[in-house]
């Protein structure tokens, strides 16, 4: 067994194709495959197995790829001890968020004073949820956002430092007849036309939930997934979106305001997510503090 062919089952756990695994490590799929079948001859029980074409890991695969995990750690931890602070200060970190939370945290880590944070390196990242894991064979940090309804990240193979519960609001205009409630109701606004986010995304989640609480489907009339566009449907009059509370404040048109959903405490959580590895390096929990800052400051106003 060799450190690489460790490596390549751990991707394949989190990337979950060979296609994938080969894209993210600079190799051909035909590299990937070959390197799985030597690993496989150390073991009596099989580590793959096919799923339609997709080749994914068997329950003992599973476990050998958390056991990858845990080496990965262990390697970095030594590493981490032989290196001084200023050899890793010269390492850059590799950051990826979504898009609304990276408008408004990327430049401020920027206008931290020079010299207390290794270079940082800015990536946005527009996923539906269940793909933030994956991000983190590519990033040192991804910044993610999650539903407190659906299933949790995979902590046996990524660490989650929470951040922030951001509360999802309707955006309405400052003139609409709804604007004078303090707090709007399912039913009250499902027969308003809608922008929504696509399916699989926070925005349309919420409208789901209106809608089974209505009792009524909803009116939706553009699909847009970035805020600032949707937040100028709303401007224009057109229709009723849903917005995050805090990580639009700086985007919105003053003529834009939002309005808490009556009755559903509808919002997402955002995490940090990071392999255990990386949690050894003194450099990147600097820059996970100040990220933490960061989003505090968001959270204030």
């Known amino acids: ?35 799985l079948a030597q690993l496989q001859r150390g073991f009596p029980a099989p580590l793959t197995q096919k799923d339609g074409r997709r080749l994914v890991l068997t329950a003992e695969g599973k476990l050998l790829a958390t056991a990858a995990t845990t080496v990965a750690s262990t390697l970095a931890e030594a590493n981490a001890q032989i290196r001084t602070v200023d050899q890793d200060r010269d390492v850059p970190i590799r950051i990826a968020g979504f898009h609304s939370i990276g408008q408004t945290v990327f430049a401020p880590l920027l206008t931290v004073p020079q010299g207390q944070l290794p270079p940082l390196h800015f990536s946005d990242e527009d ?51 709804l604007a004078k ?47 600032a566009t949707a937040a100028a449907l709303v401007e224009a009059g057109d229709c009723l979106g849903i917005l995050p509370r805090f990580t639009v404040r700086k985007t919105i048109d003053p003529s834009v305001t939002l309005r808490p959903i009556k009755g559903l405490d509808s919002g997402r959580q955002i995490d940090l997510l990071l392999r255990a590895e990386h949690l050894h390096r003194s450099t990147v929990k600097d820059v996970i503090e100040a990220i933490r800052e960061a989003v505090q400051r968001l959270v204030i106003g």
């Not at 490596?7 to 296609?19: T, Y």
């Not at 986010?197 to 789901?208: F, K, M, N, Q, T």
């Open 127 to 177: 996923v539906s949820q269940q793909d933030f894991p994956a991000l983190t064979s590519t990033y040192d940090l991804v910044l993610a956002h999650r539903m407190p309804h659906t299933a949790p990240w995979p902590e046996d193979r990524i660490k989650v430092i929470p951040l922030a519960f951001e509360p999802l609001d309707i955006a309405i205009h400052q003139d609409h007849p």
């Open 1 to 35: 067994m060799e450190l690489h062919q460790l490596r390549i089952l751990r991707e394949l756990a989190d990337l979950g194709s060979v296609n994938a695994v080969a894209k993210a490590l600079f190799v051909s799929p035909s590299a990937v495959s070959q390197h």
């Open 181 to 227: 409630f303090d707090q709007l109701s399912p039913a009250q606004v499902i027969d308003e036309r809608w922008v929504v986010s696509r399916p699989g995304y926070s925005p349309a989640d919420v409208l789901e939930t209106i809608a089974a609480l209505a009792g009524k489907a909803p009116r939706i009339e553009h699909r847009v997934n970035d805020y």
